[in-house]
């Protein structure tokens, strides 16, 4: 079993700066890729961001490309999202996921562990 813990969230303003960390506990899965995602109230969970443990490899959402940065220490079996220039409509719950797969994927459906989240929301 897989136990994944988020933290970092708050309000931050317009512009701003966030970092979000993932600290994963229990099974320990070499091939696996950590994602973070993001539901705003009514509104689908969408897909942010996604790294390889193995190779760093990084896959991101077009509209947080230049934006946010997805990294991983291993060691510690943590995943952090640094999340700059932050806007208003980055304001959701954001969740880390993780896929007990080498592949990097964008779809929630090949996640299979979850963690219960954390509040971002950013003031304009």
């Known amino acids: 079993q897989v136990h994944l813990v988020e933290s970092g969230g708050g309000l931050v303003q317009a512009g701003g700066s966030l970092q979000l960390s993932c600290a994963a506990s229990?099974?320990?899965?070499?091939?696996?890729?950590m994602g973070w995602f993001r539901q705003a109230p009514g509104k689908e969970r969408e897909f942010v961001a996604a790294?390889?443990?193995?190779?760093?490899?990084?896959l991101y959402q077009d509209a947080v490309k230049g934006r946010f940065a997805i990294s991983r220490e291993n060691a510690k079996n943590t995943v952090f999202l640094q999340m700059n220039s932050l806007r208003p409509e980055d304001t959701a719950v954001y969740f880390c996921?993780?896929?007990?797969?080498?592949?990097?994927?964008?779809?929630?459906?090949?996640?299979?562990?979850w963690g219960q989240g954390t509040q971002v929301t950013v003031s304009s």
């Open positions: 790294i390889s443990r193995n190779t760093g490899a990084t």
């Open positions: 229990g099974r320990t899965f070499r091939g696996s890729v």
């Open positions: 996921a993780l896929r007990t797969s080498a592949f990097l994927g964008s779809r929630a459906d090949v996640y299979s562990y």
